[in-house]
Every structure is written in structure tokens, then in C-alpha cells.
């Protein structure tokens, strides 16, 4: 398995005040890896080190497998939006582009055209920055961001201050460059429906500490929607959910309680089936995380912070 980006306890502290607690990421090649955590979680200031805008103050890091941010072989191969992205406002977004080309050393100007058409701003590259809506300057960030064609995107918050049509079309403007550019992206978010709806990977930042990892497949099946059924003979209900409900999708948990994954809207037929066989059904309801349930429940706070 070939990984990208991999942290080994990293560490910042300010004074007293600890932003990142020993935080160990791993994200592999073709990942849409969505950080996710309340404001002030501590996501910026770990995307900061990893880029080495600012030094860890224990614990390393490995990227592309090797060395930190210190190697300029690494660093071209990684674009990143960190904050949010300035630009020469009287200049045209051709102009802004040039300017990041010559200073990264990049020979080839058609690598401008390509980046803006990539955003959606071709037909604006001769405009001036200081005409564009907020997210005309995002996408123009993010075609700075790609004009050396890295491997991997940084991208802190890119959807911040869209609308909802923006941002639409920035998560499938993701989705088409993991695609079909196969470009790993490390988006850090404090809004779980986009994470929800873009990410293959999650990893989840609470006061600084990485609370949990996982594979967003792994956490659909967490979050899977089931009715939980207690009753007295869990062996005789599966019975008559097999027999007389031809379900097959259950688990019997070893506390006994059914996770019915089936018939979700139906809780009182399934009651009546069990209750007319004679198995007693002590409480019957609908269970499962979604997303926004289960971060609440990791970090104990607000999903909208």
C-alpha cells in the first residue's frame, strides 16, 4: 500500500496551549481524504506543518515516502490553498498565474491555459481579480494550486463563504481531478456534508487530537441504519423473520438484540410477526449513525460549528 502522506506523532504547542496532540495521519495514493473538526480543532495548523509554513514541535512526517516539507523534490509535487488565497487584484488571472509559473520555474505557459480551463476561468483570464466573485477567486486559487500538476492537493476549507451551486460544483470538480488526473487531495472541512459527499477517507480532529480514522466505506457500515429489536428468544425471532418475514439481512448481536437491516419503515408489521409467534418483543426501534451522529458522538459537540 503506497502512502502519500503519513504523520508520526506530530506535535505543536504555543506556551501552554497544545493546537496539535500527537497526531498520526495516513493517506494513500487516489485518497480524498476529508479532515474533519469543529473550528479551532486544530485542522489548519497541521496542514501548515505539513506544507513546513510552520515547524512541528515534536514528531515527523513522511511524504511521498520520503522526508519532510525541507525537500524542494517533495514540495513540487504537492499544490495547496491554505487561508485564503491572495492575489494581485489588478492584475488578470493570466497575469496572477504567470507570475506563480516564473517563481515555481515552470517553462511551459500553456500549463496556464489548462489550469484555467480546468477551474472553469478560461473565458476570464484576461479579467482582473478584482472583478471576481468569491468564487471565481477560490477557483482561481485552485488553479494556482494545479498549474505545476502536482500529485497532491492541499486545500484548507475550499468551499468556505460558496454558495450552495458553488459548491457543488468544486466537490465534482474534486471528484473529476482524483479521477481522471489521479490527484490525492487532503481537504480539510468543518462541514460534514460535503465531507460526507466527497471523501473516500476520513479523519476526524477533536482539540487537537485525531479521534478517528478510517475508510469512509468502513464508516458507512458503522453508520448503517437497522432496527434494533430486544427480545426474549433471539433465536426463535430469527425464526420468524426468516419463515414468516423471508428477511435474510439481520445480525444477532451477543447481548442478543437483533439489527434488523430491512424493513426500516415497517417497525409495527415486524412487532405483530414476532408478538403472533410468541416471541416477546421488549422494545423495537430505528438506530444508526449518520455522519453528523457520529461525530457528535466522538467529540461530544456541535456538527455545524
Known sequence: MSYIVRTNRLT???G???????????????????????NGAGKTTTLRMIMGLIRPTSGD????????PGS????????????YPGFYLNLSAADN?????????IGNKEYIDDALSTVGLLDAKHSKVKGFSLG?????????????RPELLVLDEPTNGLDPGGIKEMR??????????????????????????????????????????????DLQIKSRRYLAIKVDEDKKAAYVLEQQLRVSDYVVTESGVIHLYELLDHPASVTQALTSHGVGVHE???SGDSLEDYFIRLTGGNAHA
Not at 136 to 148: D, F, P, W
Not at 180 to 209: D, M, N, Y
Open 12 to 14: 505543536k504547542r504555543y
Open 16 to 38: 501552554e496551549h497544545t493546537a496539535v496532540d500527537f497526531v498520526n495521519l495516513s493517506i494513500r495514493t487516489g485518497d480524498i481524504y476529508g479532515f474533519l473538526g469543529q
Open 61 to 68: 512526517m513522511e511524504l511521498f515516502g520520503e522526508g519532510g
Open 72 to 83: 524542494s523534490r517533495v514540495m513540487e509535487r504537492i499544490g495547496a490553498i491554505i487561508e
Open 97 to 105: 498565474l504567470d507570475l506563480h509559473r516564473r517563481l515555481m520555474g
Open 136 to 148: 471565481m477567486k477560490q477557483r482561481l486559487g485552485l488553479a494556482r494550486a494545479l498549474l505545476h
Open 172 to 217: 465534482q470538480l474534486f471528484k473529476e481531478l482524483a479521477r481522471q488526473r489521479g490527484i490525492t487531495f487532503l481537504i480539510s472541512s468543518h462541514q460534514l456534508s460535503e465531507v460526507e459527499q466527497l471523501a473516500t477517507r476520513i479523519g476526524i480532529l477533536h482539540q487537537g487530537k485525531l479521534v478517528e480514522e478510517m475508510d469512509y466505506a
Open 284 to 286: 423495537i426501534r430505528l
